[in-house]
């Protein structure tokens, strides 16, 4: 639900981050906190448990500057990941313009990772949206460990629709912008 | 007129080519400006916001203020459904206000038609009783404004944005998000 504002000429777009707990959603936004231009994003706010687990969500507004006579930013969130947080995660996808799945790529993982894809599935039917017309990508993180499942299985089981999908280890930054870069044309191009 | 139109695609919305979209030209913004200046003056309160419940600011009116609006905003709108589900779990069907006071700033926030939630700032110039009753009468406006916005937005055009704006924007994303 981007938000177009004729009388102050600015356009908001939300892109949520979702996937399991422990997967790399928050490193995904600190990576990006960090590297970004201050000048051109605001604070990182988090909503976080004493041990730095995502409670409610993190968020993060990055602006792209003027175009075409309009405001343009960003507004990335997370969601908790751990599975007895639905309420929370299912709120934050209100709005929602477009989706980046973070997988976890090990192993023991791997149905973890369903169940969450299921779930995303879930909530967003919950608000009469399907996944499929919703600009959507996937991370696959954490491909610097050992005991990961290679791309291909992940693919079938995690992307049937073969969206655009990226290898990544958030914690270098490996594959962050990439996935973010193609979020962000899909959401803009669907504003046009 | 079209300079100050505001569209906003509906949560029944998000279906391809064309979503469902409302949009208020400079006779409703004055109307709601009006209410919120009006509320202001009555409540001696120190600045409104209205925020949609996805969590975007829609307009500020009183004195501007200094913290980060956007975060203010997001914060209000999951501090909103939050307490809806906390409503629900206890078998209300909502709280349509909140209050949160501080030592010297308080704010007080209500729903406005399901969609909205006006947020009121004040400090101790003011008191609670008199900032609820004046909210009370605003949200009694607001949702009649927003009733007639709403009632006509159905079919309406949403005006397309500048050809270019897609390419341009890639640029931008290309620039901004790089190693």
């Known amino acids: ?28 936004l600190e990576y990006i906190y960090n590297k970004v231009a201050p000048s051109t994003r605001g604070k990182l706010i988090s909503l976080a448990t004493e041990t730095e687990r995502t409670l409610f969500f993190d968020f993060l507004p990055v602006d792209l500057g ?40 090990q192993i023991e993982r791997l149905d973890a990772n369903i169940e969450s894809m299921h779930n995303l599935y879930e909530n ?8 499929r017309q919703i600009p959507f990508v996937i991370q696959y993180n954490k491909r610097d ?22 290898e990544g280890v958030a914690t270098k930054g ?11 044309k899909l959401v803009i191009k669907s504003l046009g | 007129m079209e300079g100050r139109r505001y569209r906003q695609r509906t949560s029944e919305g998000m279906k391809p080519g064309g979503a469902p979209s409302w949009s208020f030209g400079a006779s409703d ?5 009006e209410i919120l200046n009006n509320l202001l ?51 209300e069907e909502e709280f349509n206000s909140l209050f949160h006071q501080g030592r010297r700033e308080s ?30 009468d605003a949200v009694e406006g607001l949702n009649r404004a927003f009733e007639e916005v709403f009632g006509r937005a159905e079919g309406e055009e949403s005006p397309a944005l500048e050809r270019g704006f897609v390419d341009e924007a890639e640029d931008e994303i290309d620039r901004l998000f790089r190693e």
């Open chain 1, 1 to 28: 639900m981007s938000m177009i504002n004729y009388a102050s000429r600015e356009i908001n777009c939300k892109i949520v981050y979702y996937g399991p707990g422990l997967g790399g959603k928050t490193t995904n």
């Open chain 1, 66 to 105: 003027t175009i075409r006579g309009f405001k343009t930013r960003f507004h990335l969130y997370t969601v908790p990941g751990q599975v007895y947080y639905n309420a929370s995660r299912k709120l934050i996808l209100k709005g929602v313009d477009g989706v980046v799945f973070v997988a976890d790529s």
């Open chain 1, 124 to 131: 967003l039917a919950e608000y009469g949206y399907d996944l």
């Open chain 1, 145 to 166: 460990l050992p005991n990961v499942s290679n791309v291909e299985e992940l693919e079938r089981h995690l992307n049937p629709d073969r969206v655009p999908a990226y």
């Open chain 1, 174 to 184: 490996v594959g962050v912008f990439d996935t973010l870069k193609a979020v962000a």
């Open chain 2, 29 to 33: 913004s004055e109307r709601i400006e």
């Open chain 2, 41 to 91: 003056y009555e409540s001696n309160a120190r600045c409104a916001l209205l925020v949609d419940r996805t969590g975007q600011l829609v307009t500020t009116v009183g004195e501007q203020p200094e913290f980060d609006s956007a975060a203010f905003a997001s914060l209000t709108a999951a501090d909103f459904s939050a307490n809806d589900q906390l409503a629900a779990l206890i078998g």
């Open chain 2, 107 to 136: 704010m007080y926030l209500a729903d406005v038609g399901k969609r909205l939630i006006l947020v009121v700032l004040f400090n101790q110039q003011t008191t609670l009783g008199l900032v609820r009753i004046k909210i009370k």
